[in-house]
């Protein structure tokens, strides 16, 4: 059975730090890139952070550039997301997803279940 396993998240003050984690079973997470996305309440599912499958194709969105950094580990079959300075617009559920492809696209394959991040004093 095909699995992504989010963890890592909880509550955290602002300005502080996370790091997720996303951990793949029954698949070989080296054949894909890999995704994180956040949807905040009543807003879109938004794309944060996105790496291919040798780490050499990085992208992220302009509201976490210089904050978050998305990094994977193809012989642990996991990928991680460290978020630092965090703000309480940051506030959402982050899904981990590996991609159809082993680029940065926008097609997923497999989603995670998704893993509460509350930013707040």
């Known amino acids: 059975q095909y699995q992504l396993v989010e963890s890592g998240g909880g509550l955290v003050q602002p300005g502080g730090s996370l790091r997720l984690s996303c951990t793949a079973s029954?698949?070989?997470?080296?054949?894909?890139?890999v995704s994180w996305f956040r949807q905040a309440p009543g807003k879109e599912r938004e794309m944060v952070a996105c790496?291919?499958?040798?780490?050499?194709?990085?992208n992220y969105a302009e509201s976490v550039e210089g904050r978050f950094t998305v990094s994977r580990d193809n012989a642990k079959n996991t990928a991680a997301l460290q978020m630092n300075s965090l703000k309480p617009e940051d506030t959402a559920v982050y899904y981990c997803?590996?991609?159809?492809?082993?680029?940065?696209?926008?097609?997923?394959?497999?989603w995670g279940q998704g893993i509460q991040v509350t930013v707040s004093a």
């Open positions: 997803a590996a991609l159809i492809d082993d680029f940065c696209s926008e097609y997923v394959r497999y």
């Open positions: 029954g698949f070989a997470l080296d054949y894909y890139a």
């Open positions: 790496i291919n499958t040798h780490s050499l194709e990085i």
